[in-house]
């Protein structure tokens, strides 16, 4: 692996998708990822399309670059195994809540006597000052809590909704790859290790408020929160003639540029509602209105053309099987074909950024099922001996094969 984070190694108990998102970003960065396991394996390896049990599309989208070795570290042999990896690694990461955690003797504490460079990083819930502390957190409860279907009901929802996606996941899980990649960093400096904290509440309020908080940010408030910009019932693609398309009109050049083409090019110097970009933000609800009316007189290729030619933003509506089959992010190579040894032809996504020097990539398939027990247990001192016992005990589960 030549990465950035190459030579760096990390011990990962995280499950299901937002620690293990963080930790193939790592491994995407060239660091060597130890995925544990219980005897009952990752759940997400079971949700969704498979060719073979345990090897669905979503895990192999967030356990690349990663090895799989089995622990049960309920049991002490399992435990003192992973305390042995622990040894040697610079990170070791967990999402389960703190009070499980240190139920099975894993706690910052207990850690940092045996490796004192560790990073030792909690990727859960809620922050332990506070009374959510011991509160399980999934997903879409982190989303209401955050306030995110309340903003689809602002924006003009029937009902309240969350976000079709795995948003809070890949959010805090993105912010743990960059907290512990800072921590690393740091220690390069000062030699020393440290924990760290990413709580889904708390990240996520950061992430919403900073758009929405508005008026409220101010003592006393100047308004209230919310960007009416984004909960215009009106922000959405807008319905042409026979589909729909993606346009925004910001600046006030464009705007000038957008009224002109229309047939009113005075619009601004006739309309103080639209005269600035303050007073269009007023006003938002009124001119986005009048655009979606003015988007249906055209065909979808007719606003395309005509907007990219006086270099309005504007975009298409990709579905996601048009986004496949993207003729830009197959220009860039962002989809790789590639053989994995146990599932066949699978398609790949690149990571978005590009290095001109250690940039990241694949090395490793998304793992089998202790694929990498074996190899791993000998790497912290275990004779195959010992491995073959573990494994009879249940302690351990050795590959079972493509």
Known sequence: MSGPLSGVR????????????????????????????????DNVRTIGPSRHEGMS???????????SVVLDLKHPEGKAALLKLVETADVFIYNVRPQAIAR??????????INPR????????????????????????IQGAAGIPTLSLLAGSDV????????????????????????????????????????MFETMAAFVLGDHMAGATFEPPLGPPG???????????YQTRDGHVCVLVYNDKQWKTFFTLIGQPDLMERDPRFATIGK???NIHALYRMVAEVMLTRTTAEWLELLEQVDIPVMKMNTMESLLADEHLNAVGFFQVMDHPSEGKTRQMASGSTWSRTPPEISRHAPRFGQHSAEVLREAGYDDTHIAALAANGVTSLDRGA
């Open 280 to 282: 269009r933000t007023e």
């Open 104 to 113: 099975l003797g894993l706690d910052y504490e207990t850690l940092a006597a």
């Open 118 to 141: 560790l990073i030792y990083a909690g990727v859960y819930g809620y922050g332990q000052s506070g009374p959510y502390a011991a509160k399980p957190a999934y997903d879409d409860l």
């Open 10 to 41: 990390v011990v990962d108990v995280t499950t299901v998708l937002m620690g293990p998102y963080a930790t193939q970003i790592l491994g995407d960065l060239g660091a060597d990822v130890i995925k544990v396991e219980a005897p009952s394996g």
């Open 227 to 237: 960007y009416a910009r984004l909960l215009n019932e009106h922000r959405k693609p």
């Open 160 to 199: 309240p909704r969350y976000a079709p996606l795995a948003m809070a996941d890949r959010i805090v899980g993105m912010s743990a790859a960059n907290a512990v990649s800072a921590a690393l960093f740091h220690r390069e400096r000062s030699g020393v290790g440290q924990r760290i904290d990413i709580p």
């Open 57 to 67: 599309g979503i895990f192999l989208h967030c356990n690349r670059n990663k090895r």
